[in-house]
């Protein structure tokens, strides 16, 4: 660190796997002081750091610049405020957790699956900026404190007047993260639930199962490509025009094919917070998008019986 250059001062809540792999890459220009909330993994982290083994950027020690155990232990004041945390909004408002580190010039960044993630924060901090953020990024914490990364760690970045989120994108850029800055984010968003709304829920009523194998078998091949039409039909309804070709993705076909690629196999991740007995994102995912094709009268009857099955599964493991 320069000691003539001022830090940008980042404040990481929920450091798990994403959020340990986003602030690593951030840490690493030089540019960055990194703040970590970790909970459960805290005694881990404080003692050895983060032990990440990635097939895109190797195995390292990453240590953030501080580790704290609350955001009631946050004392800098910080630039951004980065939310990597589960959206439960059924199980209750988490905006509030941020409230001790926001200052009057901070910016809010999510980086969150779902629909409508922003909308808490932007109701209990009028007054600061509220970044949404899509991750493409396949990661997991098999042990606390291990995180075992992937090939991919894209971001697509909601643009803000008065933030320089730009700033965040050249330096993750610089460090391996590739990022998009856009001024059409919902559009990302919805394009994004194309891909959480079918394999995700799926591989959970489907009895457990990962994309190869669900791939694999044809009926359940075919009922991922029509939730992935319904989601398409209604997220381009939503934001009144086609969803953006992204990563040469132009339809649900080309999302399969994508998915589907020799030696490519995912674990999604409510297949991974049931299996571990946690509760799943169906609230953002898959029960916001049929509140809102119900209010624009767009028929999505997969995916509403799918909810109606998770809803199910859950409720008898989470009593």
């Not at 589960?86 to 580190?101: C, E, T, V």
């Not at 939503?238 to 969803?243: F, I, K, R, S, Y």
């Not at 009857?301 to 909810?307: K, S």
Request: charge should be neutral; charged fraction near 20%; aromatic fraction near 8%.
């Amino acid at each position: 660190m320069d000691p003539n250059t001022s830090s940008i001062k980042v404040l990481f809540v929920g450091t798990g796997a994403l959020g340990s792999i986003y602030a690593w890459r951030l840490q690493t220009s030089g540019q960055v002081e990194i703040t970590a909330v970790c909970r459960s993994n805290y005694q881990a982290v404080s003692n050895n750091g983060f032990q990440i083994k990635s097939e895109l950027y190797g195995t390292h020690t990453y240590r953030p610049t501080k580790v704290i155990q609350s955001v009631d232990e946050a004392t800098d004041n910080y630039d951004f405020v980065v939310v990597c945390t589960k959206a439960l909004p059924n199980r209750g408002d988490n905006s509030d957790i941020i409230a001790k580190a926001v200052g009057k010039d901070t910016a809010i960044v999510v980086i969150q699956n779902g629909i409508g993630i922003e909308d808490p924060f932007v109701a209990r901090y009028p007054n600061n900026p509220v970044i949404s953020v899509v991750a493409y990024i396949d990661a997991s914490q098999p042990s606390i404190g291990v995180i075992e990364h992937g090939s991919s760690s894209g971001l697509v970045l909601g643009s803000h007047p008065q933030a320089n989120i730009g700033k965040l994108a050249q330096i993750w850029n610089q460090n391996g993260v590739k990022c998009l800055v856009t001024d059409n984010i919902q559009a990302f968003r919805w394009l994004k639930l194309v891909w959480n709304a079918s394999f995700n829920p799926i591989s959970v009523v489907s009895g457990g199962n990962d994309t190869q194998k669900m791939l694999a078998d044809p009926a359940c091949r075919k009922l991922i490509r029509d939730v992935m039409v319904e989601v398409y039909q209604l997220g381009e309804k939503v934001v009144g025009m086609p969803l953006p070709v992204f990563m040469n993705v132009d339809g649900p076909d080309a999302y399969i094919k994508y998915t589907d690629r020799p030696g490519t196999t995912v674990y999604p991740s409510m297949l991974m917070d049931y299996q571990a007995g946690r509760p799943m994102e169906h609230a953002v995912i898959l029960g916001r998008p049929i509140e809102l094709a119900n209010e624009l009268g767009v028929p999505v009857p997969r995916l509403e019986a799918i909810h109606a099955l998770l809803l199910m599964i859950e409720k008898k493991y989470l009593k």
